[in-house]
């Protein structure tokens, strides 16, 4: 018999790159996704029809659907991965951000519990290192006291608290990844990298002229979310329901991110000036190519996001650093670069199609 597993959040970045994982595991896949006026589902178009990977409509704004997915799939394991998960975006939208982000952690477990599936089936949560916030300590490990700093974190601490509570209040294998942020060519394009790595594509190619960003002296740990996907499955197959970590223990700054993206699209960038007042200058033309703009600062800032991976690496045998940031950044570009040549080319195809048939060259 397969394994079966339930993932909510399959359309997401990691949701995808979960499911090809667990394909290759052998595994029963079960994705949960949303209504949506476009059913364009661009991360997982590759896995539908496949004959082990099912699609079910639900929310986790809707105990009823949960039940009734949960109900019938039956799952050996569920990978929470569904969520509000801009933190930007949980200053406008926070009450909305607190029902998916918090009370949908609490929906999936009580779900679970009473379709009678407590015992059977363990939970993986999607914690996260925003939970360390306006951080107390530097790295961050699993006993760095928590400071949420930003509606989304504060939902996500509930989500984390609730887990544990299900754990030691009903002995349910639940447990969180708390995880930093990972990143790769199916990011969302308004998280920073992915904008960048866009831009920069977008740049080389003469498709864009500037980009605006926020806070360049942010520091974050990135890592390969292909690589960190892996992780969440070991969390489930340990011995005991535990909390975990997982980063590269590697940190850079959103500007190095920037230089290095740019690099890799064919241009260097130097870095003058400071705060509002900060720009990247390509050093060949002379020409501003980033500049800092107040729509993308946050009420409240993590700046200082670093974690330590150790209990990973030691329990799980996880290798954090199986790609590099530089391969990360790479990957991403030449993604990025293909991506715009790619539109570049369709929109050449369908000027000279229109123009053909207005001259009647085709009907
Ligand atoms: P993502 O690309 O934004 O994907 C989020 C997923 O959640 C999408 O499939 C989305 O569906 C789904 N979703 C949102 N609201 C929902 C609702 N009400 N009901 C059902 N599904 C809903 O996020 P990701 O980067 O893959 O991250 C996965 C999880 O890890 C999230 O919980 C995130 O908070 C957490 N996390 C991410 C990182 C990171 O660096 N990527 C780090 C730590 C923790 P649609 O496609 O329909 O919008
Ligand atoms: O790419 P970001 O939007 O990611 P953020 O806020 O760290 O959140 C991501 O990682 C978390 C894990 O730590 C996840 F839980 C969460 O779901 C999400 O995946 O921003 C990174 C940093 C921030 O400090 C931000 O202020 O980059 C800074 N930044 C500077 N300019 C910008 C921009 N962020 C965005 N999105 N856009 C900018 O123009």
């Given at each position: 018999m397969n394994r079966i597993a339930l993932i909510t959040g399959v359309t997401g970045q990691d949701g995808s790159y979960l499911s090809e994982f667990l394909l290759e595991k052998d595994y029963e896949v079960h994705g949960i996704i949303r209504r949506s006026?476009?059913?364009?589902r661009e991360r997982i178009a590759h896995l539908e029809?496949?004959?082990?990977f099912h699609l079910h409509y639900g929310d986790l704004g809707d105990s009823m659907s949960l039940m009734s997915v949960i109900g019938s799939v039956r799952p050996d394991e569920i990978y929470n991965l569904a969520a509000q998960s801009h933190v930007q975006v949980s200053f406008d939208v926070p009450e909305n951000t607190a029902d998916i982000d918090a009370t949908g952690v609490l929906r999936v477990l009580e779900a679970v519990r009473l379709c009678g599936l407590g015992e059977s089936c363990r939970i993986y949560q999607a914690s996260t290192?925003?939970?360390?916030?306006?951080?107390?300590?530097?790295?961050?490990?699993?006993?760095t006291p928590f400071h949420p700093y930003s509606p989304y974190a504060v939902a996500k601490q509930y989500g984390f608290w609730i887990v544990k509570e299900y754990r030691e209040a009903y002995g349910m294998f639940c447990c969180s990844g708390i995880l930093f942020n990972h990143e790769s060519e199916?990011?969302?394009?308004?998280?920073v990298t992915r904008k960048i790595t866009l831009a920069a594509a977008r740049i080389a190619q003469g498709r864009q002229d500037r980009l605006y960003l926020g806070n360049l002296s942010s520091l974050r740990d990135w890592g390969y979310a292909r690589d960190y996907v892996e992780c969440m499955w070991l969390i489930l197959q340990n011995k005991k329901p535990e909390d975990y970590v997982i980063a590269t223990g590697v940190q850079h700054s959103v500007r190095e991110f920037c230089q290095l993206a740019f690099h890799y699209a064919g241009m260097e960038l130097e870095f003058t000036g400071e705060g509002m007042e900060e720009k990247g200058i390509d050093k060949k033309s002379g020409k501003v190519l980033v500049e800092v703009s107040p729509d993308f600062y946050r009420p409240t800032d993590v700046v200082n996001l670093w974690g330590d991976p150790s209990k990973a690496r030691k329990e799980?045998?996880?290798?954090?650093?199986?790609?590099s940031f530089e391969e990360l950044v790479r990957l991403m570009v030449e993604h990025d670069m293909k991506k715009v040549s790619m539109e570049r080319a369709k929109e050449q195809i369908r000027t000279n199609l229109e123009e053909y048939l207005e001259k009647g060259i085709i009907k």
């Open positions: 006026s476009v059913d364009y029809g496949h004959p082990r290192s925003e939970l360390y916030g306006k951080v107390e300590e530097v790295p961050q490990n699993e006993n199916r990011r969302g394009e308004t998280f799980l045998g996880w290798n954090p650093v199986k790609t």
